[in-house]
């Protein structure tokens, strides 16, 4: 499966095609070891386009020039080689396991934020069906008590999924749902107990303080737990994306990054940038609405996907 697929009929052209189009090509002036200024400025103008924002934009384009002064990109292919291998690099520095952390006993808890519309209630859903189709027993709980309809629409999607479901009333504390829905994951002994939860209040200090409070109640009710707490940021949204994870970085301690809606767009550039802006591993892209199009990350693959896409 291309991981980003092409958001239009239009013959596009690949993030390699265009870099090698007009900011490579002086070979002439690269195989004599060096890389014309106007080369780097243009690879880095589509390097920024592509929503790799300032900083990792910078440290790529001076890896590249540093590669070049030392004769190691002569050709496009070594070019490209260097570029992927950069790019690989920048997502597998720090901390970089994707794997999700299961509990050692009881259920393994998996605490959902992100601002309203990220994707996370889809996430959950395809979560659970992944997890229900390598045989765990799941629970999911809609903690988003805060938006009309968001309790039905994570409904459907356990039951989609075969999942089981606890929900509070509207209106109730989500702090409370989640305590519940701890002593029903245990009661119901299954594996997995996934928590939603809202993305809009009437305040981001409200956003803060609730979700803190969500997390330091699961703790209290099973003192590992949250194993997991996945940040879901919308892929379609550039840079935005990094001040999103700085945010919630700074009220909740954030275990893995998901970034959804990378099939419509040529700017996945933004998931190396959030990984370096926070030093959170990214653990799972979302690649459409349906409950299939999730994928667990791979750093080398999501390089050369990047530079081939569209
Ligand atoms: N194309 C695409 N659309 C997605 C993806 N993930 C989610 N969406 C869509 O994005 C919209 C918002 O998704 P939700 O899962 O409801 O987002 P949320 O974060 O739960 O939003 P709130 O409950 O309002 O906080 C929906 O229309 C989803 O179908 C994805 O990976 N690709
Ligand atoms: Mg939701």
Redo the contacts with the bound molecule.
Sequence with gaps: MRILRKSTDLPKRSLWEKIRDVALMDVAVIAKGGVSAGSLEKLEELLLQADFGVPTTMKLVAEVERLAKLGKVKTEDEFLAALEREITAALTSGENDPRLRLAVSGPTVILVV??????????IGKLATRMRGHGKRVMVAAG?TF?AG?VD?LRVWSERAGAEFVSGRAGADPAAVAFDAIDAAVASDVDVLIV?T???LHTSEDLMTELKKVARVITKRLPDAPHETLL?LDGTIGQNAVQQAKFFTAAVPLTGLVV?????TARGGVVVAVHEAVNVPVKFI????QKD?LLPFDAAGFARELLSSE
């Design positions: 992100g601002v309203n519309g990220a994707g996370k209630t889809t996430f988003d938006r968001a629409q939603d809202a993305g809009r879901v959804s809606k990378l099939d419509g979302g690649v459409g609405e199009d």
